[in-house]
């Protein structure tokens, strides 16, 4: 995944004649993080995107600007991060239908710390402006920072939070459009955990890749089977069976395993050392195929044979396959069904091809789209 950020001064022309030309670009997903100052925006932002240690956000300053990010990976989009204090809708300064027209999704951020009344009010304002513009606009919100609260008042909170913002909408009649709610908080994987459900609502192949999977759980006696941008650790897509937390966690700390074990051994040992075992603790057992090494914070080709195996001492193995250049198979299962690895290797090749077609479609009607808007682009411009 690579990342490229413009920043916008506060005090610029309206925001859409800054907006870069590309005609590409211009029409990538978006991500809009909104919210109230200190809600906790671009410590998301850095943590999900940056790798950004999360104890690390506590010396971030407060945003000024909009900053708006380019994602490139299995889909681009762009991640737009607002200041909190800034009124979007501020017509003399910012141009709302730039802001709010593209597909794409609403993040709003509430702390859940703090008193949440003024956040809900805006929340309100935000929504029933946002789909005046564009009614297509998904809208999330991550009522976040509950790493301090008890599982009760958790609870409780994002009851109270949901029914007075429906209660609010169903007030002026817009009871239907629909807001999902996630509890949040970038010190555990809740946080990546509610971006891999706003970015899976973004891909359009979403039900092909849950069937792909369950076709290869199916087959290779899998219980478990998450597609993960390695970079970011959202999961893309899983297996239709439910997806429990430890599960999650589990898998998504593998990634980081594999990509520590990779930058210390990946590019200064050889292919061979690297394919020995390495040992962990007395009981987790880790091998790692060398061609993980080193490639895999990365996006080389090399990515896409990754390949690693870990014995867990509950008689479980958790196993990854690199699948292309942004995304890993992570999966759990038996360690008495992965003694057919020959038919699992199998299986996860024709996996593979498959996710190949999938994306080369995607990318075939991307150009066909991207062609098409410069030719009209081309005509506007000789006509004007
Ligand atoms: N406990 C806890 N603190 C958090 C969490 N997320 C962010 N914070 C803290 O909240 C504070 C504000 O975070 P920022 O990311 O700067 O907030 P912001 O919404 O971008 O603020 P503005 O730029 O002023 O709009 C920082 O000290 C973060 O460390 C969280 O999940 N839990």
Known sequence: MSHSEDEYSLHTSPIGNDVSEDPVQDHRPRLLIMGLRRSGKSSIQKVVFHKMAANETLFLESTNKIIKENITSFIDFQVWDFPGQIDYFDTATYDSDVIFGEYGALIFVIDAQDDYIEALNRLHQTVLRAHERNKNLTFEVFIHKVDALSDEFKIDTQRDIQQRTTDELADVGLESIPLSFYLTSIYDHSIFEA????????????????????????????????????????????????????????????????????????????????????????????????????????????????????????????????????????????????????????????????????????????????????????????GG
């Open 195 to 382: 971006f891999s459900k706003v970015i899976q609502k973004l891909i359009p192949q979403l039900p092909t890749l849950e069937n792909l999977l369950n076709i290869l759980c199916a087959n290779s006696g899998i219980e478990k089977a998450f597609l993960f941008d390695v970079n970011s650790k959202i999961y893309i897509a899983t297996d239709s069976s439910p997806v429990d937390m430890q599960t999650y966690e589990i898998c998504s700390d593998m990634i980081d395993v594999i990509i520590d074990i990779s930058e210390i051994y990946g590019r200064t040992t050889s292919f061979y050392q690297i394919n020995d075992e390495i040992y962990g603790d007395d009981q987790t057992q880790v091998e790692t195929n060398g061609k993980a090494g080193g490639d895999y914070g990365t996006t080389t080709d090399t990515a896409n044979d990754a390949a690693s195996l870990i014995k867990l001492n509950n008689g479980m193995v958790l196993c990854l396959r690199g699948v292309n250049r942004f995304l890993a198979l992570v999966c759990l299962l038996r360690s008495d069904n992965f003694e057919k690895h020959g038919l699992i290797d199998y299986n996860f090749q024709c996996f593979k091809q498959a996710i190949a077609d999938v994306f080369e479609l995607k990318r075939r009607s991307a150009e066909r789209l991207r062609h098409e808007r410069m030719r009209l682009s081309g005509d506007v411009n000789e």
